[in-house]
C-alpha cells in the first residue's frame, strides 16, 4: 500500500511493484527466508484496461459470457519447477533458485463491466480443471454483492482443496505430468489462494 501511495507507483507498470518490494525485502537486516510466486494485477478504470505481473505458477484468468478471455501463461525453468522470487540464507545464493522481478510476464488488455477476474495459486490451477472454475465463475459475472463473491471464492478453494486429496482423480497437475512422461495420477496437496472480483466500471 505505501509503494503505491508513493511517486513510484506506475498502474501501467504493475512488474515495477514487485521490484521495488523484492528490493527492500533484499535489504532488510533480519532477511525473511524463503521464495515465491507472484500475480499482480491493476485495474485502471479509466481505460478499462488491465495491466498485469506474474512470476510462476500462480496466475489469473478473466471470464466473460462463460468463455475465458484472458489468462496468464505458466513460467516454469521445468516441470514442477516454477520461476519464482527467492530470498535465500546467506551463503547459499548460487544454490537456491532464484527469478527477477523483471523476468515476470506482463500483459496489459480491455475489460468490460461484470467480467469475473479471478487470481489463484498452482494449488488452484493445478487442481481445478478449467471447465469446473467456469462452471463456478460464470454464476457470478457481473455480481456486485462482495458477500457472494466471497461465498463463492470459499467454494472454488474448497473444490481445490477437495480435489487435491483425491487420489483417483486425472488433475490437470497429473495430465501435465503425463506430457512430461511422468505417470501420476491423482491431485497435488499444495497451498490453495483465491481472490475473486468483478469489473465495476
Known amino acids: 500500500e505505501r509503494l503505491v501511495q508513493c511517486s513510484h507507483f506506475n498502474p501501467q507498470r504493475p512488474v515495477n511493484l514487485l521490484a521495488y ?19 499482480v494485477l491493476i485495474l485502471n478504470r479509466e481505460t478499462s484496461t488491465v495491466h498485469t505481473a506474474n512470476i510462476g505458477d500462480s496466475g489469473f484468468i ?18 514442477n519447477t516454477p520461476f519464482q522470487l527467492s530470498l535465500p ?34 494449488g488452484v490451477f493445478d ?7 467456469l462452471q463456478v465463475l460464470s454464476e457470478v459475472e457481473g455480481e456486485r454483492d462482495p ?10 478453494a474448497l473444490m481445490a482443496r477437495t480435489l487435491s486429496l483425491n487420489s483417483e482423480f ?3 497437475f497429473a495430465l501435465s505430468a503425463r506430457r512430461n512422461n511422468i505417470q501420476a495420477r491423482g491431485g497435488k496437496p499444495d497451498d490453495i489462494t483465491v481472490v475473486l472480483a468483478t469489473v465495476a466500471m
Open 21 to 39: 518490494s523484492y528490493c527492500e525485502l533484499m535489504e532488510q537486516k533480519k532477511p525473511i527466508l524463503g521464495s515465491s510466486t507472484a500475480c
Open 62 to 79: 478473466v471470464v466473460r459470457e462463460g468463455q475465458v478471455v484472458h489468462k496468464s501463461e505458466e513460467q516454469q525453468h521445468y516441470f
Open 89 to 122: 540464507p546467506p551463503g547459499h545464493g548460487p544454490n537456491v533458485l532464484s527469478d527477477s522481478p523483471e523476468s515476470a510476464d506482463t500483459m496489459s488488455f480491455p475489460v468490460r463491466d461484470g467480467d469475473v477476474i479471478l487470481i489463484a495459486t498452482d
Open 127 to 133: 487442481n481445478v480443471p478449467e471447465d469446473l472454475m
Open 147 to 156: 458477500v457472494k463473491l466471497q461465498m463463492t471464492a470459499n467454494s472454488l
Open 170 to 172: 486425472l488433475s490437470p
